[in-house]
T-cell receptor, first 110, second 113 residues
Framework: TQLLEQSPQFLSIQEGENLTVYCNSSSVFSSLQWYRQEPGEGPVLLVTVVTGGEVKKLKRLTFQFGDARKDSSLHITAAQPGDTGLYLCAGAGYDYKLSFGAGTTVTVRA | DAGVIQSPRHEVTEMGQEVTLRCKPISGHDYLFWYRQTMMRGLELLIYFNNNVPIDDSGMPEDRFSAKMPNASFSTLKIQPSEPRDSAVYFC???????????FGPGTRLTVT
């Protein structure tokens, strides 16, 4: 059983459309991180959110941490083929361990 | 910086053989993590070290798995004997401040036949 539930599992959209990926848990985390992984490579950190209610923007990507620090969302505006990949959320406990969600596979068609 | 380095990138071995995976963390990082990724179970933490000392090995699946970190720039994950169900991608990651901002290596794809 995954500590973090990600939805949807798969997402296929046309270039220029918007998309949102959700990450939910019943546990409280000290911080939550989002990674993107491309085939044959390791996950690459996109952002870390720490404060409940926090919103961070990275170009066309917007990350939000829930007020109770149990959930998060990733929104991509005007998606491009380069956004294609596996998006992973990870919750950080106070013991320096990360718990990863199962991931959302995003495909952006040109 | 070269990032986290793992070797080999691919390993194919027969059941019962010993397998050793290697990792060089980013210089100056004092935390090192070993993960395993499969389609069924996703990304799982196996063990992590702080200042070369194993802190939590609760994710190590069984006694066939062992990990060492003899110095700050090198770690190994050994499987002996290997089994087909060990087939997965194994990642090493390092961090300078514990759980935040972990940097992953490219992974070792292990296939046990």
């Amino acid at each position: 059983t995954q500590l973090l539930e990600q939805s949807p599992q798969f997402l296929s959209i046309q270039e220029g459309e918007n998309l949102t990926v959700y990450c939910n848990s019943s546990s409280v985390f000290s911080s939550l991180q989002w990674y993107r992984q491309e085939p044959g490579e390791g996950p690459v950190l996109l952002v870390t959110v720490v404060t409940g209610g926090e919103v961070k923007k990275l170009k066309r990507l917007t990350f939000q941490f829930g007020d109770a620090r149990k959930d998060s969302s990733l929104h991509i505006t005007a998606a491009q083929p380069g956004d294609t990949g596996l998006y992973l959320c990870a919750g950080a406990g106070y013991d320096y361990k990360l718990s990863f969600g199962a991931g959302t596979t995003v495909t952006v068609r040109a | 910086d070269a990032g986290v380095i793992q070797s080999p990138r691919h390993e194919v071995t027969e059941m019962g053989q010993e397998v050793t995976l290697r990792c060089k963390p980013i210089s100056g990082h004092d935390y090192l993590f070993w993960y395993r990724q499969t389609m069924m179970r996703g990304l799982e933490l196996l063990i992590y070290f702080n200042n070369n000392v194993p802190i939590d090995d609760s994710g190590m699946p069984e006694d066939r798995f062992s990990a060492k970190m003899p110095n700050a720039s090198f770690s190994t994950l050994k499987i002996q004997p290997s089994e087909p169900r060990d087939s997965a991608v194994y990642f090493c990651a390092s961090s300078s401040v514990g759980a935040s901002e972990q940097y992953f290596g490219p992974g070792t794809r292990l296939t046990v036949t």
